[in-house]
């Protein structure tokens, strides 16, 4: 029998099966000789052992298409990546790093900022819409007051998606609107610090309806950016990546060099400044980085 790995825990594998049961499986030996880790996310055949208990032994693994790190999960089809657009205030630069990183994995990101039912959404309104010129797909929700949520619920229909994002932003609070009978615990933002607590713990798929699941992560507060040199960050913004080859300079890093295609598209609008920002502070730390 066929079915999806929606969860791992202490070397037992969770399938939830066509025929709408979660089986307890384990892996035997034979993935240990292959050196294949089943992951969260793969495709697999069961055999099953115990139709009253629910067992079953994992004989398969299906051909993932990709898989991520972190969180470890296969056959991912998209991330939206959860913001808040009030508080706590949106980090642009964790959110580009984190698009750098989506775009080295090669897994399709929307941008998603919450809580723009509050008023200090204001505040930030103008800094998150300038990602609309990046090319990503951005939306705007509140999973407090419903806005922008029947948009969302269409966008994850029939695929695997991981919420990413910082704690404290509504990851687990839109997953809720979405899936109210799965509870996902969520945190209390504390007055004094207006952070997030971490309520989500493992990794897990959540099935929402018919091939819909859903990955509520736990949060992240910093990310790195690994496996590349600073020449090559360009290729991973791809607002930036437009104008390969289109600067007086053809390999231009787009920093200092003189007739600069980008420079130019950031001074007349065309490119937001905040992520040409970000791209700079990125490339010298990675330029840093090298020198160590
Ligand atoms: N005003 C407002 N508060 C929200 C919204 N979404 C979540 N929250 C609150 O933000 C806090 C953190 O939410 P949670 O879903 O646990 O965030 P997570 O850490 O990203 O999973 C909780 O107090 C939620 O009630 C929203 O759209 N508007
Ligand atoms: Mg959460
Ligand atoms: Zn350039």
Redesign the pocket.
Known sequence: MQGKIIKGIGGFYYVFCEDGTEYECKAKGIFRNKKIKPLVGDNVNIEILDRTKNLGNIIEILPRFNSLIRPAVANVDQTII?F?G?YPEPNFNLLDRFLVNMEMAGVETVICF?????NEFEIYRDKCQSYEKSGYKIMY?????G?GLDELHSLIKNKTTV?A????????????TIKPEAE??????SEKIQR?????RHSELIHIEDETYIM?T??FSSLYIEGIEEGELKEYFPDIAEYTGACRFNMCNHISEPDCRVKEAVEDGRVSRIRYDNYVALYNELKEKRKW
């Open positions: 959860i808040s009030a919450n809580k723009t039912d509050l929700i509140s999973a407090k007051n806005d919420f994002g910082p704690s404290g932003v509504g990851k687990s609070s839109t997953l809720n996902v615990k969520t945190g209390e933002l997030g607590k971490h309520t989500t509520d736990p949060g």
